[in-house]
């Protein structure tokens, strides 16, 4: 068992790709890894019951689009910020983001990584379509060179805005 796996006893559900341009990204991503049909949506700290990054408030804004493969693939293109999708585009530019994590306990998989030295960036939580689920991304670049997320899934996503294509 790695490190990781020991602090965020999960599967991987989700590989994450930070891009500028979400519609083009579909097709140059569909054609490599395959994925679609995409279910897209604009995802924004108004519609969490809480949202945070670096340990304040944010309003940050992204489009995204998920998979139905597994593990899923996630596209997310950066609108306003603050928050970790914006700050990763501007530094390192597009491509691989994050691995996402089920985990059972959002606040027990927090604990864990902050005591083994990893920051939480950004939080949210509240985004599913009954008001449920939560997520924490942790700053594991300098030993991994990308982000974990752990994710509470909700019961249910809400309703895309668009199926692509």
């Known amino acids: 068992m790695t490190r990781i796996e020991s602090l965020l006893p999960g599967r991987v559900f989700q590989v994450a790709f930070v891009v500028r341009d979400l519609d083009a990204a579909l097709g140059r991503y ?24 670096r340990g304040g408030p944010t309003d940050f804004s992204v489009r995204l ?4 493969t597994s593990p899923q693939y996630e596209l997310i293109e950066p609108q306003r910020g603050p928050g970790i999708h914006a700050d990763w ?29 990893y920051d939480t960036v ?3 939580a509240g985004f599913g ?13 300098r030993d991994l060179g990308f982000v974990v ?11 895309p805005d668009r199926i692509w294509p």
Do not use: N
């Open 65 to 68: 689009a998920l998979s139905d």
């Open 89 to 117: 585009l501007e530094e390192r530019g597009e491509g691989f983001h994050h691995l996402g994590v089920v985990v059972d306990s959002l606040d027990e998989a927090t604990a864990r990584m902050k005591a083994a030295g």
């Open 30 to 53: 569909t054609g490599l890894l395959g994925g679609a049909p995409w279910r897209c949506y604009a995802f924004s700290a108004a519609i969490h019951r809480s949202a945070s990054y």
């Open 149 to 159: 997320e752990a994710v509470e899934p909700p019961g249910r996503m809400p309703d």
């Open 129 to 141: 379509g009954d008001g449920d689920g939560a997520y924490a991304y942790f700053d594991t670049t």
């Open 122 to 124: 950004q939080t949210g």
